[in-house]
T-cell receptor
Framework: AQSVAQPEDQVNVAEGNPLTVKCTYS??????LFWYVQYPNRGLQFLLK??????LVKGSYGFEAEFNKSQTSFHLKKPSALVSDSALYFC?????????????FGSGTQLTVLP | ETGVTQTPRHLVMGMTNKKSLKCEQH?????MYWYKQSAKKPLELMFV???????ENNSVPSRFSPECPNSSHLFLHLHTLQPEDSALYLC?????????????????FGDGTRLSIL
């Protein structure tokens, strides 16, 4: 079975400070990992993914995520937060060696960047 | 924008009404999905279609009836809904079904239909 957890419902950070949104996963094999962002009244937008290779993945809008196999984590990061980064962030996992045919999403983390 | 268009954006209906949600994708994808998003709850996958064939039905009540006439269009027919069905319904598409190594492609989402049941 595949699962993903986002331990923080809410993250607040000051504009210009670095931000981290946490994600941990559980799969039986090697995971495919994704981050999505959802702005108010919009659908989810793909930010970045980890499939294989370099553990540090760079994505849209200056975001990056680090895959850590030993800690089964895939935290989303940005060196300098913008007020416009305020949104709901979802982590998702897929185990390509498993029987599930779809992504499993986390419950989401609301990021608020304070001016 | 995302290549996935959902209509209507907002829908208010009574419990005895019948309505349909529409999703259209212009990305040439082969797989389409319906999700339900309720406040404070994880995204719930409802249905999955691959090449117009339903391949997943995650224990969704029969008052929700999906239809996929071709790989570009997906409908969700609604009848006799309950107040707890009020939510944001999201449609998504991907190049192929999330199976095996093809599961490394991201899903593309529409902006959703905000459904309110009176």
């Amino acid at each position: 079975a595949q699962s993903v957890a986002q331990p923080e419902d809410q993250v607040n950070v000051a504009e210009g400070n670095p931000l981290t949104v946490k994600c941990t996963y559980s799969v039986s094999g090697n995971p495919y990992l994704f981050w999505y962002v959802q702005y108010p009244n919009r659908g989810l937008q793909f930010l970045l993914k980890y499939i294989t290779g370099d553990n540090l993945v760079k994505g849209s809008y200056g975001f990056e995520a680090e895959f850590n196999k030993s800690q089964t984590s895939f935290h989303l990061k940005k060196p300098s937060a913008l007020v416009s980064d305020s949104a709901l962030y979802f982590c998702a996992v897929r185990d390509p060696s498993g029987s599930a045919r779809q992504l499993t999403f986390g419950s989401g983390t609301q990021l608020t960047v304070l001016p | 924008e995302t290549g996935v268009t959902q209509t209507p954006r907002h829908l208010v209906m009574g419990m005895t009404n019948k309505k349909s949600l529409k999703c259209e994708q212009h990305l040439g994808h082969n797989a389409m999905y319906w999700y339900k998003q309720s406040a404070k709850k994880p995204l719930e996958l409802m249905f999955v279609y691959s090449l117009e064939e339903r391949v997943e039905n995650n224990s969704v009540p029969s008052r929700f009836s999906p239809e996929c006439p071709n790989s570009s269009h997906l409908f969700l027919h609604l009848h006799t809904l309950q107040p707890e069905d009020s939510a944001l319904y999201l449609c998504a598409s991907s190049q192929d079904l999330d199976r095996g190594t093809r599961g490394n492609q991201p899903q593309h989402f529409g902006d959703g239909t905000r459904l309110s049941i009176l």
